[in-house]
């Protein structure tokens, strides 16, 4: 497949070697090196816009093996234009939006001007988003998507009951919020940032939950509260999610901000009927993606989505890697690449 345009171009570049760890910028990075990191790819997109999932929070920090092969361009999401393609499906020109599929990992990935993608692994990007909308929601937007899809796959519906969203103030958490809320469902926010409360009513929690609440040890079955939870944070909080859910009721889970274990019983399921739902954004199946994808552009509000978002560039993308990771960051964060 020749390059269009052999022009250097600038992306995030990690390197390991003997151990030894870097994150800088790249303005030199070529097209050979591209297609040399990027195997059977078919399709170059000119990235406009990424972001700083948690995942990419990892990567950019080398806090967990989220990176398999080095050097690596990070970033598990992009929306661009395609500039060359040799897949039918995408023509120079068209607006795309990638997530996932093992990109910014084993692949090289988005938080670069240029990525070099499967034709297999793109969505066209809907007519009602910008490239900049399509990455204020990125993969965790698209995740709490899938978590609402999952919910309502389960019976769960606005006159179900109330819904807890866990780690609210974060990009899953956030977008799940506004969401629900704009489906009619009666969101309960749980969060340790407690003055961000406003700013969670705003997106549409009728009530705030202070974290501290749900992430220690519970009982295996307590008062019967939720219809339905999504949850990003995993470990004792999930535990006590399924715990407080009421008969019938569903989980969907889809994080580990808190902790990848999860120590529970059965008796919430045995003796409640209560579903947990797992749910993954990597290597969800195409109709799927397309499905929260075309939901999203029609069902999330454009004033909240701009509400939880802030936009940065290329080189600040490091830093927001660790407050991610630290859980400071609020709502979601947008990588102009060209800024
Ligand atoms: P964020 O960092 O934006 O949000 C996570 C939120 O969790 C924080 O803002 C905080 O919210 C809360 N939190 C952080 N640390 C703790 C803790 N120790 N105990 C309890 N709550 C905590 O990340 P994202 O929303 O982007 O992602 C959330 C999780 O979902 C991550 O684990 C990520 O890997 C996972 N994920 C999984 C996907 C999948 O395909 N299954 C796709 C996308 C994300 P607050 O202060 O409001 O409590």
Known sequence: MPSPTPTPFTALYLTKTDGAFTARLRDDLTDDELVAHTGEANVIVRIAHSTVNYKDGLALTNRS????????????????????????????????????????????????????????????????????????????????????????????????????????????????????????????????????????????????????????????????????????????????????TRYGGAVAACGLAQGMELSTSVAPFILRGVRLLGVDSVMCPTVRRQQAWARLATDLDRRKLASMTRTIGLAEAPQVAVDILAGKVRGRVVVDVNA
Do not use: F
């Open 65 to 244: 093996p989220v990176v398999r092969q080095w050097p690596m361009v990070p970033g598990i999401d992009g929306a661009g234009t395609v500039e060359l393609s040799t897949d039918p499906r995408w023509s120079v020109g068209d607006k795309v939006i990638h997530n996932g599929w093992g990109v910014g990992e084993t692949h090289w990935g988005c938080l670069s001007q240029k990525a070099r993608l499967k034709g297999d692994w793109l969505i066209a990007l809907p007519t009602e988003l910008s490239t900049a909308d399509a990455m204020a929601i990125g993969t965790a937007g698209y995740t709490a998507m899938l978590c609402v899809m999952a919910l309502e796959d389960a019976g769960v519906r606005p006159d179900s009951g109330e819904i807890l969203v866990t780690g609210a103030s974060g990009g899953v958490g956030s977008v799940a919020v506004a969401l629900l809320s704009g489906l009619g469902y009666r969101v309960v926010a749980s969060t340790g940032k407690l003055d961000e409360a406003e700013y969670l009513r705003a997106l549409g929690a009728v009530d705030i939950l202070d974290r501290a609440g749900l992430s220690t040890a519970g009982k295996p079955l307590q008062k019967e509260r939720w219809a339905g939870v999504v949850d990003s944070v995993g470990s004792h909080t999930l535990a006590n999610a399924l715990a407080q």
